[in-house]
Nanobody, 124 residues
Framework: QVQLVESGGGLVQAGGSLRLSCAAS????????MGWLRQAPGKEREFVAV????????YYADSVKGRFTISRDNAKNTVDLQMNSLKPEDTAVYYC?????????????????WGQGTQVTVSS
């Protein structure tokens, strides 16, 4: 069993930065791929970034490539998303997800575990 709690969301101006963090409970955290998803109002949930259990593999959505960086600390059971050069279209609720299959996080729509989400709002 893995429980995920996101933090770090907020309001930021376009061009600014935010760092999201996801704290995971459970002894098997380091056996799961971890990822971030987002859902904007009126839109479907979309993949943002994923990192493998060993942190050796990372994938990003084209829309965030070069601006966002995903990282994890298996000793602390955390996964972070550093978001730079934020744009108004990045506004969404951001969710942390865990799955033993990295591909499942990229493709969705189901994941082994996911959090409650944190709001990110980027003003123009």
């Amino acid at each position: 069993q893995v429980q995920l709690v996101e933090s770090g969301g907020g309001l930021v101006q376009a061009g600014g930065s935010l760092r999201l963090s996801c704290a995971a409970s459970g002894r098997t955290f380091n056996s799961y791929a971890m990822g971030w998803l987002r859902q904007a109002p009126g839109k479907e949930r979309e993949f943002v970034a994923v990192i493998s259990a060993s942190a050796g593999i990372r994938y990003y959505a084209d829309s965030v490539k070069g601006r966002f960086t995903i990282s994890r600390d298996n000793a602390k059971n955390t996964v972070d998303l550093q978001m730079n050069s934020l744009k108004p279209e990045d506004t969404a609720v951001y969710y942390c997800a865990a799955d033993q299959n990295l591909r499942q996080i990229r493709l969705g729509p189901r994941y082994d575990y996911w959090g409650q989400g944190t709001q990110v709002t980027v003003s123009s």
